[in-house]
């Protein structure tokens, strides 16, 4: 099945726009208020959220795997593509699992998606450093994942009802 340029066009767009958020995120120092080393706000995942909503769960995967792929050659951090990547499938796995659930909204749908990119993050972790040591940081990443959960998610709510599907966009 090949991908139209259209809608080609559409993950590269949304991609450069994650890429820019997660750079940007960087720049924003989270951990003076929540002193966790390497805890961001998640600012990429309101893409994550908008291609789940309004495109398809293929292109939001694509979209993901680009952004990590990217993130971390352009930061340098090649090690950092394991806990991006591990966090942000199990984050859009999870959103697109309860977005099927008419009872959830995007905002309890977020927080969900952060606390399971902080659990694929501790699980990377683990495989890493080859033991559970990691556990011990869980706890506080969830606690945190509720209030950064909040905040992309009700910015997600005015992007996907405010923002039109990029195909009704008249050219």
Not at 56 to 68: F, M, P, Q, Y
Not at 112 to 127: D, E, R
């Amino acid at each position: 099945m090949s991908i139209s340029l259209r809608r080609l066009t559409r993950c590269a767009v949304l991609t450069a726009l994650a890429l820019a958020l997660s750079v940007a995120e960087g720049l924003v120092p989270l951990t003076i208020i929540f002193p966790l080393p390497g805890l961001r706000l998640g600012l990429a995942n309101l893409v994550t959220v908008y291609a789940l909503c309004r495109l398809s769960g293929r292109e939001a995967l694509l979209i993901l795997i680009a952004r990590c792929l990217l993130g971390s050659l352009l930061g340098g951090n090649l090690m950092a593509l394991a806990f991006s990547l591990t966090g942000g499938l199990l984050a859009l796995a999870v959103m697109a699992l309860l977005l099927r659930l008419s009872c959830l909204s995007l905002f309890g749908v977020s927080i969900a998606g952060a606390a399971a990119h902080n659990t694929g993050q501790i699980l990377a972790a683990m495989v890493v450093l080859g033991g559970t040591a990691p556990l011990v940081y869980l706890p506080p990443l969830l606690f945190c994942s509720l209030v950064t959960g909040a905040v992309t998610g009700g910015v997600s709510i005015l992007l996907v009802h405010r923002v039109p599907a990029l195909g009704d966009i008249k050219s």
